[in-house]
Nanobody, 128 residues
């Protein structure tokens, strides 16, 4: 089975940092596009970061650009989301997601294929 297992969520003060991890098994993260989504109560699900083309390309939603960094460790088959300068509006459940194969992502807001696998989610809470 293909699995995505997230870790690293928690509760932090505004201005703090967290690093989320997404450990994949069953397929190599270098073979597709891995993304982070988030969803807060009462809000639409938002795709915030993508890494694709073997880790050579990344993209971010405007809401997180400059504060979040997505990266990929192919040896560990793990994708990370480093979140800095966190704001209360970043509070949400964060999900790792994968689209497998060639040209499955084309940037956030572009013509991306449907997600093939989802992680279980990890809660991020930012207080002020």
């Amino acid at each position: 089975l293909v699995r995505l297992v997230e870790s690293g969520g928690g509760s932090v003060q505004a201005g703090g940092s967290l690093k989320l991890s997404c450990a994949a098994s069953g397929l190599a993260v270098s073979s597709g596009c891995v993304a982070w989504f988030r969803q807060a109560p009462g809000k639409e699900r938002e795709e915030v970061a993508q890494v694709y083309r073997g880790g050579g390309s990344t993209d971010y939603a405007d809401s997180v650009r400059g504060r979040f960094t997505i990266s990929q460790d192919n040896a560990k088959n793990t994708v990370y989301l480093q979140m800095n300068s966190l704001k209360p509006e970043d509070t949400a459940m964060y999900y790792c997601a994968a689209r497998w194969g060639f040209r499955t992502c084309s940037g956030i807001g572009g013509r991306n294929l449907p997600v093939d696998n989802w992680g279980q989610g990890t809660q991020v809470t930012v207080s002020s």
